[in-house]
């Protein structure tokens, strides 16, 4: 810990206020209380969340509904939270010099946040906990379900990790300056802590993840096209399965040019900090088009991309045929949202934005709207992955799972009688 006074009045307002170990466990317990807003409406709406997860189904009408028990999770976690921070906040006064010395508090609440996912409690579903884990475990080293096991699961789980890339390496900055002697958890973050690269690391890690598995996918389908001496009609030869691992491909470059800026001599890579800073907003641009382009496109069945089809009049503009939500509003809403937070967060991938104290505020902003954008995400990616279910797979999905041919009941299709 750090008991320089010369260095502890650096801690800028924000900081202050919430530290980097607070920030990191709301963030997450957020992203609890989002997954459970989505099971809740998607089940108001018909739209059965479990079953296209491969999840067991309840065995009572006595048991709780999916989402009431993401809630009871979410509020197992919320209460000793707030609690952690009326006492950090009772106890500091928003004075530097207490805020590091009793750094041990948030840091105590991460291990609760941890532990409450590990010890069973009555009122916390134990099934939903071990079996969240067991996906963890899975796609932790890019490992991914069979469709009859639940891959759009794993698919669904190690999507949102894309999304905490950035609250990861905040977890791991926090842990290192937490277990070094010259800083405080709770103090300026130290975003070399671990070396200059350990970081931006851990902040790709999400994105190999599923590198991974979309390699694996293609594997399969390359094999499975082979024993049967044809190319499946519905799944093609697997090149979405490389389209889909080139665009998480595109998150590297951002960040290994940004820890390439915050190099304390750039010059050493052979090009000035102006070139490398075109490059970093190259790839930027690359990695937040291409994204864009595939949730709409790929993860939301969508025309918005597609001329011949977009521009038919059969059904709303940029929209398709078949969907489950009754207002078209809604999709073009989740469109302009996720184009506007996908250029942000390819943004925040940045580590080299995270040098100046000021941003503070600001990157935990980023990392609520990103969290909000996942959640948006979510609602539409399950919505047609239900229309999929049950109108069909598109053309070279990206998910090869079977599917039932029983049309839903409450589809808005804008066919002619």
């Keep these: 810990m750090d008991g320089d006074p010369a260095v502890e009045p650096e801690l800028d ?21 989002a997954w459970g807003l989505n099971l809740h409406y998607l ?25 009431l028990s993401c809630y009871r999770v979410a509020t197992a976690l919320s209460v000793p939270l707030a609690l952690s921070l009326f006492l950090f906040w009772t106890l500091t006064s928003g004075s530097p010099k207490d805020i590091a010395a009793w750094e041990i508090l948030p840091n105590l609440y991460l291990v609760i946040l941890v532990v409450g996912f590990i010890v069973p409690i009555p009122f916390v579903s134990r099934n939903g906990r071990h079996r969240t884990l067991a996906t963890l475990r899975r796609i932790s080293v890019g490992g991914i379900a069979e469709a009859q096991d639940g891959k759009f699961g794993d698919i669904l789980l190690a999507d949102a990790l894309t999304s905490y890339a950035k609250v990861l390496g905040d977890l791991f900055i926090s842990l290192c300056m937490f277990f070094s002697s010259s800083h405080s958890s709770t103090g300026p973050p130290n ?51 490389l389209a889909n691992a080139l665009k998480y491909s595109t998150a590297f470059p951002v960040i290994i040019l940004s820890a390439m800026q915050r190099s304390p ?9 102006a070139t490398l800073f075109r490059l970093w907003l190259v790839a930027v641009f690359i990695n937040s088009a291409y994204s864009f382009y595939w949730d709409v496109t790929r993860d939301w069945d969508l025309t918005l991309f597609k001329p011949n089809e977009r521009d ?3 059904y709303p503009w940029a929209l398709r045929r078949h969907r489950w939500f009754n207002a078209k509003e809604f999709y073009y809403g989740a469109i302009i949202v996720d184009a506007m937070l996908r250029c942000t967060w390819s943004f925040k991938l940045s580590p080299h934005l995270d040098h100046f104290n000021d941003l503070e505020g600001g990157i935990f902003l980023m990392e609520a709207l990103e969290v909000f954008r996942r959640w948006v995400w979510i609602f539409f990616r399950v919505e047609c992955e239900w229309v999929r279910n049950h109108r069909g797979p598109a053309p070279d ?13 409450r589809y808005i299709s804008d066919e002619s009688d």
């Design 43 to 67: 089940s108001l709406i018909r739209i059965d969340v479990p079953s296209l997860i491969r999840y067991p189904a309840r065995q009572s009408p006595l048991h709780p509904p999916h989402y």
């Design 312 to 314: 038919t009049g059969e």
């Design 13 to 33: 307002g924000f900081s202050r206020v919430l530290p980097l170990p607070y920030r990191v466990a709301l963030i997450i317990v957020m992203g609890i209380w």
């Design 397 to 409: 999905d990206i998910l090869l799972g079977d599917y039932s041919s029983t049309p839903g009941s």
């Design 191 to 241: 975003r070399n802590c671990g070396g200059a690269f350990m970081v931006p690391f851990v902040i790709s890690i999400p994105s190999l993840i599923r590198l991974r598995q979309c390699l694996t996918e293609y594997g399969r389908v390359q094999r499975a096209n082979k024993q049967s001496g044809s190319i499946n009609s519905s799944t093609g030869w697997g090149g979405v399965h």
């Design 265 to 273: 001599e750039p010059s050493k890579f052979g090009m000035s900090e």
